[in-house]
């Protein structure tokens, strides 16, 4: 504890001395400092906001919209990476050897090339193939594809549907309620249950209840295909589609490696073991190799999610507007590029952090308990 608390100190105390240094240099040579610039107007516009921004707002608001957007990214581009990559590291044990060899070429693919050339790939693709917004690909007569982005229905804003979002919400809880319930009761009894089914009728049946009980809402903003433009509905900008896709393929192919590893360090015996007590390919991945190579993938996994994290800082090259570039606009409105750099750090290290913080408690919780 003594040379735990001496080594704090000495962090604490060299921190110190750099901001003091930093602080007195940048006094000499008449640069301002501080964070007082954060209350000013920002007096730019940014062209992609989760919240509603004015340009009359502050650069703490600005800011604030920068880190949401890079949030945006980061949270759905974990949840499409562990969708595809888990999909693609279990389909490289397939018995179909197309399906392995198109696993495999994936994998080669998209792993081999750095992830701005595909950033820069992707957004070429947008700008380049996709037809302009008044011949937009249109699908099921309500989806829209074009240079312009990607639209699609969305509900009306309104207090009915904040019912249904809470019904699906309650069922959501109920449905991992149930599904522990009945893993529990296949660890006392060996009996299976429903963990598929049962969970997503409750989902759906809670959802139909807040649809009841908020009156029956059925008003819904359908994007309409105008004479220049695709005008309606919810859209996502080219540079968002871009960042996400680019994103979500590149570590999609380092999960699938990082899952195929997990599953083969998985002894052969497990798998014959469960052949021999009458288990099929299918039952035998999800109930004896996958529980055995969690404890493999997850913390390579960690890494990864927290590479896709950082790796959202090279929106800035496609002009998607994350936290460094409305950072670096702030910088080259206010010159506070001291100031602005550390709280670019502060948001890195904070959402690192937090992902690390769940994933290790997900990890201890999925842990093989021994006797």
């Not at 937009?136 to 829209?144: M, P």
């Not at 999960?255 to 497990?270: F, K, L």
């Not at 950072?327 to 709280?343: F, K, L, P, Y």
């Amino acid at each position: 504890m003594l040379f735990q608390l001496l080594a704090l100190a000495l962090v604490v105390i060299a921190i110190g001395f750099l901001s003091h240094n930093t602080q007195v240099n940048m006094a000499a040579r008449g640069i301002p400092s501080g964070f007082d610039f954060l209350g000013a107007p920002a007096g730019f516009d940014i062209g992609e906001t989760v919240i509603p921004y004015d340009p009359s707002q502050s650069y703490a608001v600005a800011i604030g919209v920068g880190v949401l957007n890079t949030l945006k990214v980061a949270v759905l581009g974990i949840v499409f990476t562990t969708l595809i990559g888990v999909a693609i590291g279990v389909g490289r044990f397939s018995r179909n050897g197309l399906v392995r060899g198109l696993c495999y070429g994936y994998v080669e693919l998209f792993r081999n090339i750095p992830v701005l050339l595909q950033l820069l790939m992707w957004y070429l693709f947008m700008l380049e193939v996709l037809p302009p917004s008044n011949e937009a690909w249109n699908a099921f007569d309500g989806f829209f594809l074009s240079k312009s982005g990607f639209s699609m229905p969305w509900p009306s804003a309104g207090v009915g549907w904040g019912w249904v979002l809470l019904g699906a919400v309650v069922g959501l809880v109920a449905a991992g309620a149930w599904r522990r319930h009945m893993l529990s009761r296949f660890e006392r009894t060996g009996q299976e249950g429903d963990r598929l089914w049962a969970p997503l009728a409750l989902v759906l049946v809670l959802a139909v209840v807040g649809w009841l009980l908020g009156g029956m809402p059925s008003q819904w903003d359908l994007p309409e295909q105008m004479a220049f433009m695709v005008d309606g509905g919810a859209s996502a900008t080219p540079e968002f589609l871009t960042v996400l896709i680019g994103l979500v393929t590149y570590t999609a192919a380092f999960v699938a490696e990082v899952v195929r590893g997990g599953i083969q360090s998985v002894s052969r015996g497990q798998t014959e073991a469960a052949s021999a007590l009458g288990l099929n390919p299918k039952h035998t991945m999800r109930l004896v190799v996958l529980p055995q190579a969690l404890r493999v993938i997850i913390p390579p996994l960690t890494n990864q999610y927290l590479n896709l994290t950082k790796n959202s800082s090279l929106a800035v090259a496609v002009g998607y507007p994350d936290v460094v570039s409305v950072a670096n606009t702030t910088i080259n409105q206010s010159g506070r590029a001291v100031e602005c750099i550390a709280i670019i750090m502060l948001v890195y290290l904070t959402t690192s952090l937090s992902t690390s913080v769940f994933m290790n408690w997900y990890n201890a919780r999925s842990a093989i308990q021994e006797r």
